[in-house]
Nanobody, 121 residues
Framework: QVQLVESGGGLVQPGGSLRLSCTLS????????MAWYRQAPGKQREFVAL???????LYADSVKGRFTISRDNPENILYLQMNDLKPEDTAVYYC???????????????WGQGTQVTVAS
């Protein structure tokens, strides 16, 4: 079990940028897959981005070219840089940790409480 806490959400205008952070209770990137998901009101939670301690990140088509997933050193913080934000990006964003590299949310074991991102004029 690992504690994850998201931060960095807020209100931003269309075309603007935000950077989300996910702080882990301990550094486990070398044995874990880390991912971002989001859930809009009335919709199911959907995959956004995925990375491991090494390897190429994976992005949903809806955010590819606009969002970037990254991590710090000593690997206890996961980031999601979001550029050119659209109203359709409005959602609660969650970070998650799992033991295998997959975009299947059922495979993830630990989830944060989420941070709200609202894109509106």
């Amino acid at each position: 079990q690992v504690q994850l806490v998201e931060s960095g959400g807020g209100l931003v205008q269309p075309g603007g940028s935000l950077r989300l952070s996910c702080t882990l209770s301990r550094s486990i990137f070398r044995i874990s897959a880390m991912a971002w998901y989001r859930q809009a009101p009335g919709k199911q939670r959907e995959f956004v981005a995925l990375m491991r301690w090494r390897g190429s990140p994976l992005y949903a088509d809806s955010v590819k070219g606009r969002f970037t997933i990254s991590r710090d050193n000593p690997e206890n913080i996961l980031y999601l840089q979001m550029n050119d934000l659209k109203p359709e990006d409005t959602a609660v964003y969650y970070c998650a940790r799992g033991s295998q590299y997959t975009a299947n949310q059922e495979a993830y074991e630990d989830w944060g409480q989420g941070t709200q991102v609202t894109v509106a004029s």
